[in-house]
T-cell receptor, first 114, second 114 residues
């Protein structure tokens, strides 16, 4: 079956520190990969995505590269801000007949301290 | 304008009651979803509808019944509520044609069963 394994949190960093959140996946076929972010009290919103091997998704200083050889999609940011404090979800989407469903990792809580 | 809206935002009820959560999207998307997020933030797909037709029905108790009166609405009705149903329920929508399609999430409904 399809699954996503994410680095367990919580992660606490100081402002301007470097961030890495690890994500690996198992899928039959060719998934698209996503990072979604959930700010406190809100729904999820797309942070970035990559649709094929070696694609790099980037947004708001975050980036992740689709690595087929290591089945990974690690999230990185060079200098985090307090406003980046949120829960980050890695997810994959794959076709199953007429259905397209997201399979999520368990989420990683990030807290950035001033 | 809110893209995906849910009502109510909070729902507190007694065990055994029946309740409904409403979802509407104004994005013109073809596909809508319900997800359940447990207390550890784990997100799992419950249902997916495409143009009012059920296409994903994960292992969910049949006390949960989705209803899609038109492609802009996907409501969730829950009969005989149990303590374990306490969670945050998210509605989402996507254009639905491609695995790379972004899903847009509502703000969530926090259900507490006493």
């Amino acid at each position: 079956g399809n699954s996503v394994t994410q680095m367990e949190g919580p992660v606490t960093l100081s402002e301007e520190a470097f961030l890495t959140i690890n994500c690996t996946y198992t899928a039959t076929g060719y998934p698209s990969l996503f990072w979604y972010v959930q700010y406190p009290g809100e729904g999820l919103q797309l942070l970035l995505k990559a649709t094929k091997a070696d694609d790099k998704g980037s947004n708001k200083g975050f980036e992740a590269t689709y690595r087929k050889e290591t089945t990974s999609f690690h999230l990185e940011k060079g200098s985090v801000q307090v406003s980046d404090s949120a829960v980050y979800f890695c997810a994959l989407s794959i076709s199953s007949g007429s259905a397209r469903q997201l399979t999520f990792g368990s989420g990683t809580q990030l807290t950035v301290l001033p | 304008d809110t893209a995906v809206s849910q009502t109510p935002k909070y729902l507190v009820t007694q065990m055994g009651n029946d309740k409904s959560i409403k979802c509407e999207q104004n994005l013109g998307h073809d596909t809508m979803y319900w997800y359940k997020q447990d207390s550890k933030k784990f997100l799992k797909i419950m249902f997916s509808y495409n143009n009012k037709e059920l296409i994903i029905n994960e292992t969910v108790p049949n006390r949960f019944s989705p209803k899609s009166p038109d492609k802009a609405h996907l409501n969730l009705h829950i009969n005989s509520l149990e303590l374990g149903d306490s969670a945050v329920y998210f509605c989402a929508s996507s254009q639905g044609g491609l695995v790379s399609d972004e899903q847009f999430f509502g703000p969530g409904t926090r259900l507490t069963v006493l």
